[in-house]
């Protein structure tokens, strides 16, 4: 149970996909800063489509009594 918990647990201080506090120190390049905040709207959209889907009634697997809403690869989501 231990590995379990420890392995479905997220640290408070963790970077995920398309997250940096500050990009511009590892790189100075624009193109490659240009491309990560591409990349991070890309990432904004997917969540937000994971979102929709997760309230769409019409959607039995993602919504409906007992049933938890899919939250694994959100990139906002919350630590613990």
């Known amino acids: 149970m231990a590995v379990v918990d ?9 970077e995920y996909l398309g997250e940096r506090n500050q990009p511009s120190t590892w790189s100075g390049d624009p193109e490659i800063v ?8 890309e990432i904004n ?18 919504c409906g009594a007992g049933v938890l809403p899919y939250e694994l690869l959100a990139p906002s989501s919350d630590s613990g």
């Not at 420890?6 to 201080?13: K, Q, V």
Request: proline share 3%.
């Open 6 to 14: 420890t392995l479905s647990t997220h640290s408070p201080d963790e």
């Open 34 to 41: 240009e491309a990560f905040f591409n990349f991070s709207a």
């Open 45 to 62: 959209a997917i969540e937000k489509e994971i979102e929709r889907r997760n309230t769409d009634s019409s959607l039995r697997n993602r």
